[in-house]
């Protein structure tokens, strides 16, 4: 089995910073990807940043510039850099791993951005 805990949100006011962390445990087989999602009531979930195996990175536009998606696979882990925090960012972050066969998601860590 393979288990994603997440850990690293909470509130932060504008412009504020936050690092997520994704530290993956079980039989993970390589190559896999990584990736944080968000999603807020009512609304799909939608990907913020991923990283494939080989280190390439992908964002969406809202965020690019703002955040840095890295991951350290000697500790199966995945981090989500946030910065310059806005009240848009406000949802419940998730994240995944994929391997040619199989999707895995953490629990969710909720990250609210207010004053």
């Known amino acids: 089995q393979v288990q994603l805990v997440e850990s690293g949100g909470g509130l932060v006011q504008p412009g504020g910073s936050l690092r997520l962390s994704c530290a993956a445990s079980?039989?993970?087989?390589?190559?896999?990807?990584m990736g944080w999602y968000r999603q807020t009531p009512g609304k799909q979930r939608e990907l913020v940043a991923g990283i494939s195996s080989g280190g390439s990175t992908n964002y969406a536009d809202s965020v690019k510039g703002r955040f840095t998606i890295s991951r350290d696979n000697a500790k199966n882990t995945v981090y989500l850099q946030m910065n310059s925090l806005k009240p848009e960012d406000t949802a419940v972050y998730y994240c995944?791993?994929?391997?040619?066969?199989?999707?895995?998601w953490g629990q969710g860590t909720q990250v609210t951005v207010s004053s």
């Open positions: 079980g039989s993970i087989f390589s190559p896999y990807d």
């Open positions: 995944n791993v994929r391997t040619i066969s199989r999707s895995y």
